[in-house]
């Protein structure tokens, strides 16, 4: 009958974190957690926060949720999260303001790294994503996965709102950004959000 779990502080080293034995589970709120585990699974799952977790693994961490209706994604350290098919995904906020990206081994084994040196296979974040309705994306450029996944940017085809921060405005180039307004069909509201006072 466990519907929300709150999960601080805690360090999670199994190989598979399943959470089919929790089939009502529909809120996963995890911070400050050490997530040392090659995938984290749950069809029941609707709302998943990672805030200020870190993965230590040499391998990514597979988050299998396909039914998924929001995504907060925040200050996540160590290697990137791997975001497999969430096709009911409505909301996401990704913060990849934090050390993200320290398994580049390429010669190490598959799960390692997902994709191949020259930027072909699987994306990691934005296919995951694409079908979200509402989108904020923060500090994303400070992202090698992030950066590289845009390189195969999906189509955002029922996105309608999208929030940016200031980052996107000073890149060196716009492309990034004219690469999500091209692939958002049915955009209705862009965001982005300027920050005036800077140390």
């Not at 360090?11 to 589970?25: E, N, R, T, V, Y």
């Not at 450029?141 to 405005?169: A, G, I, M, Y």
């Amino acid at each position: 009958h466990l519907r929300v779990m709150n999960l601080d502080g805690l360090s999670l080293q199994q190989k598979f974190l399943d959470l089919a034995g929790c089939p009502a589970l529909e809120v996963l709120n995890m911070q400050h957690c050490d997530i040392s585990v090659g995938r984290i699974s749950s069809r029941s799952l609707k709302h998943l926060s990672l805030r200020s977790c870190r993965s230590n693994s040499n391998c990514w961490v597979h988050v299998s949720a396909p039914g998924l209706a929001s995504l907060v994604l925040v200050r996540f350290g160590g290697t990137t999260p791997f975001l497999e098919n969430m096709a009911l995904l409505e909301t996401a906020r990704l913060d990849l303001s934090d050390d993200f990206d320290v398994c580049f081994d390429y010669d190490s084994d598959e799960n390692s790294v997902p994709f191949n040196k020259d930027d072909s296979g699987d994306s990691v974040l934005l296919a995951a994503l694409s079908g979200a309705k509402h989108l904020e994306l923060v500090s994303a450029f400070q992202n090698f996965v992030f950066r590289r996944d845009l390189r195969q940017c999906p189509t955002f085809s029922k996105l309608k709102t999208v929030l940016l921060s200031e980052d996107w405005s000073e890149a060196p180039d716009l492309d990034a950004l004219a690469c999500v307004l091209k692939h958002s069909p049915v955009l209705e509201k862009l965001t982005l959000q300027l920050f005036t006072n800077k140390v």
